[in-house]
């Protein structure tokens, strides 16, 4: 197997998931840490050599770059047990996973990212003014896995999956965008029982 690199910024939850999934299933991958608060993903060195779009994660194989979290999730965990065999499984794995990126992410990641780094009194009057349309949405994200988690230990199937780890990322992280999980009772179970899973890492610790 080609040399792995992840070029990331720790404080990232989509690097976070990308060595969640190493983790799981024992792949090393080398570091590379960038400070995306310093501008350090819009280099002309980082902008030529490693992601022309100027955003981590990417996950270097070899001498090829892949961008995009879930792509890099999808790459590691091909063909492993964390992808289900069962094609409707398959496919719902990845509607969580879509699910994750379109309505999820960009509404509890971004508010995390605006009140615990950038700060709101930093924030332009654009942003403020999208903080209530991103708080609802998130918590219509978060309302919809918790209604879909009643009854359920892992969001498809009895085994956990890429859906799993995509998702507990930010969900895990939730609170510090100013989202309240004990209202979500279903969630707080389900991130319990990933957090114990095997070769589980905490976000602290990866």
């Known amino acids: 197997m080609s040399k ?21 299933l024992g792949i090393p991958l080398e570091r590379r840490e960038y400070d995306i608060l310093a501008g350090e ?7 030529s050599n490693v992601n022309p779009n100027g955003r981590i994660p990417v996950l270097q194989i070899g001498d090829r770059f892949l961008p995009e979290s879930n792509a890099a999730c999808w790459y590691l965990a091909s063909g492993s047990h964390l ?11 990845l509607r969580w996973m879509f699910f994750e990126q379109y309505s999820h992410e960009p509404n509890i990641a971004t508010l995390r990212f605006w009140r615990a780094f950038v700060g709101e009194e930093r924030l332009s009057s654009v942003q403020r003014a999208m903080v209530p349309a991103k708080e609802a949405a998130g918590d219509d994200a978060l309302r919809l896995m918790n209604d879909h988690l009643e009854g ?9 999956t890429l859906a799993d780890i995509c998702l507990y990322a930010y969900t895990h992280l939730a609170e510090a965008g100013g989202f309240d999980l ?24 990866a």
């Open 41 to 47: 993903t819009r280099t002309t060195e980082f902008l």
């Open 4 to 24: 792995m690199i992840l070029h990331e910024d720790p404080i990232s939850g989509n690097c976070y998931k990308i060595r969640l999934t190493a983790a799981h």
């Open 182 to 205: 004990k209202a979500y009772a279903n969630i707080l179970a389900w991130l319990e029982v990933v957090r114990l899973q095997p070769r589980h890492i905490a976000f602290e610790d």
């Open 83 to 93: 992808v289900p065999q069962d094609r409707f499984d398959q496919a719902d794995m």
């Open 152 to 160: 359920r230990q892992f969001l498809v199937g009895s085994t956990i």
